[in-house]
C-alpha cells in the first residue's frame, strides 16, 4: 500500500513541477540550515566529553566578594596541595599554568628553527586525570623530572618533520634544554586545551615564581586547577568544608574568597568564569527551527492554494471509491516524497558550503561528522515532523471536500483551506523575518558602537611588539632610542600591555593614603614607562606625569579612582600615597588621567593605576605615521630582529586587538545575517508560489481590468496592497518581540547603544521592496500581457 501512495504521489508532482520545485528548494533551504545548526550546536556540546571520568572531574574556581562579586576561573595556587592533602575528597589533584608566546628553538638538519608557542607547567598527576593519549597508545604519561616535556604529534612535525622524537631536546626561552619524553595524539578541537608543549612543573619558578609558589595572597587566571573526584561525593558538602580555607589562610584581606567546583561538563557553557554563553545556543536552535517553520509556512500555503485547482481531482476520487483516510495519506505520502528530496538537497548544501562555515567560527567540522547515528535519527526525525506537519493540514482539508461541488466547480476558497488561514501563515512568515533583521541590525549597531567608540585612548596608529621579559634599563633604554630615530615613529612605550584589553593588566587590593583599612574594591595595574600616557595618547586632567625612575615611587591614576573612594575631585588624589598588592607596591599619586576602557563593554571602567617597573614590561607600543606604514614597520621590524636575533618577531596594530575582544560577536553577527538573508529567500520562494497561483487565478479579471482603463501600475498595486497589509500587521507583532528579546541581549553590555524606532520601519520596509520585487515580474508578465490572450483564459 506504502508503495502505491508513492508511486501515485511521484506522478501528481511531476504534474506540477514548477509548484513541486518551489516546495523543493525552499525545503532544501531550510534543511541544509538546520544541519549547519546542528552541526555547530553538536560541537558545542561535545566540549570535553570525550574523557574518561568525565562526570568525576571537576575545576575548582572563585568568587571573589569585595564591593561586587567578580569570578575567577582560578584558585590561589597553595590551594591544590591543600586540597590534595588535607582533604579526602579527590583521588587526584593537579595544577596546569598556561603561558603565551614563549620561543622554543630545536634543531633540525643541523639547523636551528625558531617557534613560537603556548606552553603549559602541568603537575604530573594532570594526564592522570585527563586521558589524553600517547601516540603509542599509551597512557603513561611521565613529567615528574624537571626539565622535561611532552609535546603533541603535530608539533613534532612541525619541529623536527617526524613523530619520532623521543629523547631529542629543545631550548626554551633561550635559557632551559627541555628532552622530550613522550608524544601525544593530536588534541581534539574540543578540548579546552589549547596549547601543545606540556613541561614539567618544577620548571615553572623560572618563569612565573608567584604561580610555583604556595601561596593565598592572590589568583592569576594562567593557572587552573583540576580535581577527579572520589566516586559518590557531595559537591555541596565540599563546598561548604571549603569555607574554612578563607578564614584560615585569608582572614585579613577584604576580597573574601569563595571556593567553588565546577563540573567540566559545563565548564565550557558558564558564562561567569569565562564560558560560552548557552543562551546563544538556544538562540541559533530557534532560528534553525525559524528556518524549518517559514518552509513549512510555504509549504501549507502553496499546497492549500493547488487545493482549489484539485479539486475535481480530488471528486472524482471520492465518486470511484477513496475514503477520507486514503486520500489523506495521499497527500502526506506527496508532502514525504518533496521532503526526502529536500532532506537530500539540503544535506548536499551544507556540505557544500562547510568549508565556509568552518572559517568563519574557526572550527573543524567535516563531512565525518555526519556519519553517526545521530545524526542520521536527527535526519529521520526533521523529515517525519516536516513531512506530517506541512502535509496534514492540507492533506485534512483535501479529503473533507464535497465531490458534488467539486465535481460541478462551485467551491470556494474557504472550502480549500481558505484565505484567512493563509494570511495568518503569511504574517507569521513576515513576522519571522522582520524579526531576523532587526535583531541583525541591532546586533550589528552594538559592534560598530564598542569597536568605533572612543575608547579614551589612541588605537588606530599604535603598533604593538612582543619583546624579551626582564631587560635591563640601559638596554631598554637603547632600543628605544633606536627605534625613536624611525622617522615613521613618533613615539615608543615599554608597557605590560596595551591600555584596554585581556592580559592588559592586573587586579589587587588597594590601601589608600592614611586611611586605615584596604578599600571594598580591587584597582587594576597599567604597567608603563613615562611615555605611556603619550604614546597612547591618554589625557593628563590633573597633576602631572611621573618621572624616569628605577623604581616604582610615583603612580597616575583615573578619575574611577576618585569616585570609588567618594571624594568630590581628582584633585584630591595628588599628593596621595598608595600601597598595592598587599605592601609590595608603595607609591605617591602625581597626576590623574581620563577614564578609558580598559576593558570590553560588558564590563564596567575599572579604578586604575600606572606605573613603571621594568620587571613588567611585556611589549613596546608605537605611535606611529600612518602615511608610509609599510616602510616603517619594515625598519621596526629590522632594528627588532637586529636586537633579538634569538626570538620570533610579530606585532600587532592596537585597534585590531580591540576588535578581536568582539570576534564572537563579529562571527555570530554573520551568521546572523547569513541566516536572515536564507529566511528572506525562503519567504521569496514561497511568495512567488503564492502569487504564480493567484495571478493564474486572476489572469480573466486582469484582462477585464484592462479593457476597462487600468494599467500596470494598478494592476501591480492590487496584487501588493494586500502583501503589504499582511506586513504592516507581522510589523505590528514583531517589534515588540525583536525589542524584547534583544533589550534582553543587550542587557549583557555595561555601555551599549539604543534600540531605535527606525530599525524596526527598517526591517518592515525591507520586507516590503523584497515582496515588492518578488511579485513584480510574474504580474508585470500578465499585466503587461494583450487583454485578447486573458480573457481567452479558463
Not at 595 to 613: K, L, R, V
Not at 655 to 665: G, L, N, P
Not at 719 to 738: H, R, Y
Request: glycine share 6%; charged share 20%; hydrophobic share 45%.
Amino acid at each position: 500500500m506504502f508503495r502505491n501512495y508513492i508511486r501515485i504521489a511521484w506522478r501528481n508532482l511531476l504534474k506540477r513541477k514548477v509548484f513541486t520545485a518551489i516546495n523543493v528548494l525552499g525545503l532544501a533551504i531550510g534543511f541544509g540550515s538546520s544541519v549547519l545548526i546542528y552541526l555547530f550546536l553538536s560541537y558545542h556540546l561535545s566540549f570535553d566529553n570525550f574523557h574518561a571520568n568525565s562526570d568525576r572531574i571537576y575545576r575548582m574556581v572563585t568568587e571573589e566578594h569585595r564591593d561586587l562579586v567578580e569570578y575567577d576561573p582560578s584558585v590561589p595556587p597553595a590551594f591544590a596541595k591543600t586540597f590534595r592533602e588535607d582533604y579526602q575528597y579527590a583521588e587526584k589533584v593537579a595544577k596546569i599554568v598556561t603561558q603565551h608566546g614563549f620561543v622554543l628553538h630545536s634543531e633540525r638538519n643541523g639547523e636551528v628553527d625558531k617557534f613560537k608557542q603556548n606552553v603549559a607547567f602541568v603537575e604530573e598527576d594532570f594526564f592522570q586525570i585527563f586521558n589524553y593519549p600517547l601516540l603509542n597508545g599509551s597512557n603513561e604519561v611521565s613529567l615528574s623530572a624537571p626539565n622535561t616535556a611532552i609535546i603533541t604529534e603535530a608539533l613534532a612535525q612541525k619541529m623536527y618533520g617526524s613523530a619520532e622524537v623521543v629523547g631529542k631536546n629543545f631550548v626554551l626561552e633561550n635559557d632551559k634544554t627541555i628532552q622530550i619524553t613522550g608524544v601525544l595524539k593530536n588534541i581534539p578541537k574540543t578540548s579546552f586545551l589549547k596549547t601543545e608543549v606540556f613541561i614539567s612543573f618544577q620548571n615553572l619558578e623560572d618563569f612565573f615564581e608567584f604561580a610555583a609558589t604556595e601561596n593565598w595572597n592572590g589568583i592569576t587566571t594562567n593557572l587552573q586547577c583540576f580535581s577527579l573526584l572520589k566516586p559518590n561525593q557531595n559537591i555541596d558538602h565540599i563546598e561548604t568544608a571549603l569555607l574554612e580555607l578563607p578564614k584560615k589562610h585569608r582572614a585579613k584581606t577584604k576580597n573574601k574568597h569563595v571556593y567553588r567546583l565546577q563540573p567540566l561538563s559545563i565548564m565550557h557553557f558558564d558564562p561567569l568564569y569565562g564560558g560560552l554563553n548557552p543562551v546563544l545556543l538556544w538562540v541559533f536552535g530557534i532560528i534553525g527551527l525559524f528556518l524549518i517553520v517559514i518552509a513549512c509556512i510555504n509549504f501549507i500555503n502553496i499546497s492549500t492554494a493547488q487545493a482549489f485547482y484539485r479539486s475535481k481531482e480530488i471528486g472524482v476520487r471520492k465518486v470511484l471509491g477513496s475514503f477520507k483516510q486514503h486520500l489523506f495519506w495521499q497527500f502526506l505520502s506527496e508532502t514525504f516524497v518533496i521532503s526526502l528530496f529536500a532532506i537530500l538537497i539540503g544535506v548536499g548544501l551544507a556540505v557544500l558550503f562547510l568549508p565556509s562555515f568552518n572559517d568563519l567560527f574557526q572550527i573543524e567540522l567535516s563531512v565525518y561528522h555526519l556519519l553517526n547515528i545521530r545524526f542520521f535519527a536527527f535526519l529521520i526525525l526533521v523529515l517525519g515532523i516536516v513531512s506530517f506537519l506541512s502535509g496534514s493540514y492540507p492533506g485534512i482539508l483535501m479529503s473533507r471536500i464535497v465531490p458534488v461541488l467539486a465535481l460541478k466547480g462551485k467551491l470556494s476558497h474557504n472550502d480549500t483551506g481558505g484565505n484567512t488561514t493563509r494570511k495568518v501563515l503569511v504574517v507569521a512568515q513576515f513576522a519571522i523575518s522582520i524579526t531576523l533583521i532587526a535583531a541583525t541590525l541591532i546586533i550589528s549597531r552594538q559592534i560598530d558602537y564598542a569597536v568605533n567608540t572612543d575608547l579614551g585612548f589612541n588605537k588606530e596608529s599604535v603598533v604593538m611588539v612582543d619583546i624579551p621579559e626582564d631587560m635591563e634599563p640601559l638596554q631598554l633604554q637603547g632600543l628605544k632610542d633606536r627605534f625613536n630615530q624611525i622617522s615613521g615613529v613618533q613615539s615608543t612605550s615599554a608597557c605590560l600591555s596595551s591600555p584596554g584589553g585581556a592580559d592588559s593588566s592586573w587586579g589587587t587590593s588597594i590601601k589608600f593614603h592614611n586611611r586605615p583599612e584596604p578599600e571594598e574594591f580591587s584597582i587594576e595595574l597599567k604597567a608603563g614607562d613615562i611615555d605611556f600616557i603619550n604614546t597612547f595618547d591618554i589625557p593628563l586632567i590633573a597633576g602631572r606625569n611621573f618621572f624616569k625612575n628605577d623604581s616604582l615611587s610615583e603612580v597616575l591614576v583615573n578619575e574611577r579612582f576618585a569616585q570609588k573612594l567618594g571624594l568630590a575631585s581628582s584633585e584630591e588624589l595628588l599628593g596621595k600615597k598608595i600601597e598595592a598588592s598587599g605592601g609590595s607596591v608603595k607609591a605617591t599619586i602625581v597626576g590623574v588621567v581620563k577614564n578609558f576602557h580598559d576593558a570590553d563593554f560588558t564590563q564596567e571602567i575599572s579604578p586604575i593605576f600606572i606605573g613603571a617597573n621594568n620587571n613588567w614590561y611585556n611589549e613596546l607600543a608605537f605611535k606611529i605615521n600612518m602615511h608610509n606604514t609599510k616602510s616603517t614597520l619594515a625598519q621596526i621590524e629590522q632594528v627588532w630582529t637586529d636586537t633579538f636575533s634569538d626570538y620570533v618577531y610579530e606585532y600587532h596594530f592596537l585597534d585590531e586587538r580591540v576588535a578581536e575582544q568582539y570576534e564572537s560577536e563579529q562571527r555570530y553577527l554573520s551568521l546572523s545575517k547569513v541566516f536572515s538573508g536564507l529566511a528572506i529567500l525562503i519567504g521569496c520562494l514561497g511568495l512567488y508560489g503564492l502569487i504564480l497561483f493567484f495571478v493564474g487565478l486572476r489572469t480573466k479579471e486582469i484582462g477585464i481590468r484592462k479593457v476597462l482603463g487600468s494599467n500596470v501600475a494598478n494592476i501591480l498595486a492590487l496584487f501588493t496592497a494586500d502583501f503589504f497589509k499582511l506586513i504592516l500587521i507581522a510589523g505590528v507583532f514583531a517589534t515588540p518581540i525583536a525589542w524584547y528579546l534583544m533589550e534582553q541581549w543587550l542587557q549583557s553590555y555595561t555601555y551599549r547603544t539604543e534600540i531605535h524606532w527606525w530599525v524596526f520601519a527598517f526591517a518592515i520596509l525591507s520586507i516590503m521592496i523584497i515582496t515588492l520585487l518578488t511579485i513584480s515580474y510574474q504580474t508585470l508578465k500578465v499585466a503587461v500581457a494583450s487583454p485578447v490572450k486573458s480573457l481567452r483564459t479558463e
